[in-house]
């Protein structure tokens, strides 16, 4: 599982590294940042909406820049993800449960710098390596392992990015991560919490400081 995720960073970041060889003489321009913020998530396909799941999230990222108006940027970030139902006390549901899934996300981020000084926003791609997966019934007995259905070990999903400066060495940033595939084979048999097909997403919110 490792080595396979291991071979899709080397052929992303290769594939980039080329491209951007090839682009303009001008020497890259490194920076370094370190995010720390929360996360909202939800699960598409587990017959439950809206991003009821909270979770924590940090890690680094490594900008390389060659102009003012454009830059790329690869970060190892731990996000939790999952979904979680709420309760619906107006109507008489008490009743709870949630996914808590624990990923190393890395993405590869296309920058644009329309205003260098004030803002920014990216897309790219997201590798994800799954960590580790949980449950909670609606008993609320705690989290548990999940065995009604099997998880991928690596999650590829699209991201987009928008930021601003907030000071000189502090950022605020916002990410959207999708899944572009399925993050879970279907069950042979029908899984309550399991519907067609099942994909992150996940909004993250993010204070940055540029070291």
Do not use: C
């Not at 370190?34 to 699960?43: H, N």
């Not at 108006?69 to 979904?83: V, Y």
């Amino acid at each position: 599982m490792r080595r396979s995720f291991g071979l899709l960073m080397l052929g992303i970041v290769g594939s980039h590294a080329f491209v951007l060889g090839q682009a303009e003489a001008r020497p890259i321009e490194f920076s370094a940042k370190i995010a720390l913020g929360f996360s909202t998530t939800q699960v598409q396909g587990d017959q439950i909406s809206g991003f009821n799941q909270f979770g924590g999230t940090f890690g680094a990222t490594l900008n390389m820049q060659r102009t003012s108006s454009r830059s790329s940027e690869l970060g190892i970030i731990w996000t939790q993800k999952g979904s979680r139902k709420p309760p619906d006390t107006k109507n008489g549901d008490y009743t709870t449960w949630q996914y808590r899934f624990t990923y190393i996300d890395v993405p590869l981020v296309r920058l644009w710098h329309p205003a260098a000084d004030t803002w920014w926003f990216g897309l790219g791609l997201q590798p994800s390596l799954l960590l580790g997966k949980g449950q909670e019934d609606f008993y609320g007995n705690g989290l548990s392992d999940i065995s009604s259905f099997v998880l991928n070990p690596i999650d590829l999903g699209a991201v987009g990015v928008i930021g601003i400066h907030a000071s000189d060495r502090v950022d605020v940033e916002v990410r959207l991560a999708q899944s572009l595939l399925p993050i879970s084979p279907r069950p042979e048999q029908t899984v309550p919490g399991w519907n067609n097909y099942m994909m992150n997403m996940a909004i993250q919110w993010m204070a940055v400081w540029r070291l």
